[in-house]
């Protein structure tokens, strides 16, 4: 794109343009004060804007053994009192606990998450497989990247059905 010279500028403006340069020592001129004509090749100053600072990851547990478990919940910060008591007896059974995983609310987090920790495994509770970019069906086992992932139903639906209890079970005990 070529540069305006004056000449072209005079074709968009029938009035006399001016720049005047603040400056910090500059006096202030009444209006009656002619102003200097500007340069041909003035200056705009650069304003470059701040890089956004990712949004550090909050999680609950230790996440000692690579396991990510995600749930979603917009009226607590993790889990309310019912559902983590479930969750604790579900790792509780498979040999594991709170030190050895991150439980992390995607609600809160959303799905960045991914790229502020380091899992290996992660079951996912109540929420699609296609918001992961999985294509799967709840309680089948999928590899997507360096992990293992695995959908289930939400921990409120898991409290109330057995038969929903014993689908998970079985795919749990296949990851581990």
Avoid: C
């Amino acid at each position: 794109m070529e540069e305006l010279t004056k000449e072209d500028l005079k074709l968009f403006f029938d009035k006399e343009i001016y720049l005047i340069k603040e400056s910090s020592h500059a006096k202030p001129r009444p209006d009656s004060t002619p102003v200097e004509p500007a340069s041909e090749k003035a200056e705009t100053p650069v304003v470059e804007e701040p890089l956004p600072q990712p949004i550090s990851l909050v999680h609950k547990g230790e996440n000692a053994k690579g396991i990510a478990l995600i749930i979603t919940d917009d009226a607590n910060e993790f889990l309310n009192t019912a559902d983590e008591t479930l969750l604790l007896n579900i790792l509780k059974a498979i040999g594991l606990s709170l030190e050895d995983v991150a439980i992390i609310n995607q609600h809160r987090s959303g799905t960045e998450w991914q790229t502020q920790i380091n899992f290996n495994k992660a079951i996912v509770f109540g929420i699609l497989p296609s918001t992961y970019g999985v294509v799967t069906e709840n309680y089948t086992i999928q590899q997507k990247g360096d992990a293992q992932w695995l959908f289930s139903d939400s921990l409120f639906s898991l409290a109330s059905d057995k038969v929903l209890k014993g689908k998970l079970w079985g795919k749990l005990q296949e990851l581990f």
